[in-house]
């Protein structure tokens, strides 16, 4: 059996990102294995998809444990990548220095325009005639750290807040996997 890079997922919401990462490694498009999810909200629907496939889930609530908490669990199931997948919490610098470069992100713009929260209304609103999503490694800002992986898509003159953000969010499910096996392929060769 080939090797698989160990992932934990966090997540907050939906988890519709979270799917395609799970579809990804069950039909062994990528050469990983989600081995837990971790939601700091207790009806993240993202929760519901874990327990579909068996994977271990746990929620854990705000407050001074949340990252002690998440950081032992990562670590007892020997996580190798940190995915944040819609995780609408920022990270303390001690807990990304517990995991360098092994932690990413998921962003629905260009970075580094459009960073920070509503990246799809900010797009629209500076009349853009691109945008898309990005992945990149978590440094201690927001959106900040270097970038791995993007997709651009033209925003067209009819788009609406909804439909650019129903098209940005099909391009992440292509490219979340695709940065991921772009980890795995590195470290496995
Ligand atoms: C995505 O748009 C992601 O880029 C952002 O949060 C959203 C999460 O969506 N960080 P989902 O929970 O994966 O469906």
Redesign the pocket.
């Known amino acids: 059996m080939s090797k698989k890079l160990k992932l934990g997922v966090l997540?907050?919401?939906?988890?519709?990102?979270?799917?395609?990462i799970i579809n990804a490694c069950e039909h062994n498009s990528i050469d990983a294995q989600v081995v837990a999810v971790i939601s700091n909200t207790e009806k993240?629907?993202?929760l519901e998809r874990a327990k579909k496939h068996k994977i271990p889930s746990f929620f854990i609530s705000n407050g001074e444990h949340l990252e002690p908490l998440i950081i032992n669990i990562l670590k007892e199931k020997k996580v190798e990548l940190v995915c944040?997948?819609?995780?609408?919490k920022l990270l303390s610098p001690s807990f990304i220095q517990e995991f360098p470069k092994q932690i990413l992100?998921?962003?629905?713009a260009l970075l580094p325009s459009f960073p920070g929260l509503h990246?799809?209304k900010q797009a629209l609103e500076a009349g853009v005639k691109e945008s898309g999503?990005t992945v990149h490694f978590v440094d201690e800002g927001c959106d900040t750290g270097p970038i791995l992986l993007q997709k651009s898509i033209p925003v067209h003159a009819t788009d609406d807040l909804e439909s650019l953000?129903q098209r940005?969010?099909k391009v992440?499910?292509q490219i979340y996997p695709t940065a991921i096996q772009k980890i795995a392929s590195a470290s496995f060769k």
Request: no cysteine.
């Open positions: 997540v907050s919401g939906s988890g519709t990102n979270l799917q395609a993240a629907f993202a944040l997948a819609g995780f609408m992100n998921i962003h629905p990246a799809q999503a953000s940005i969010l992440e499910h």
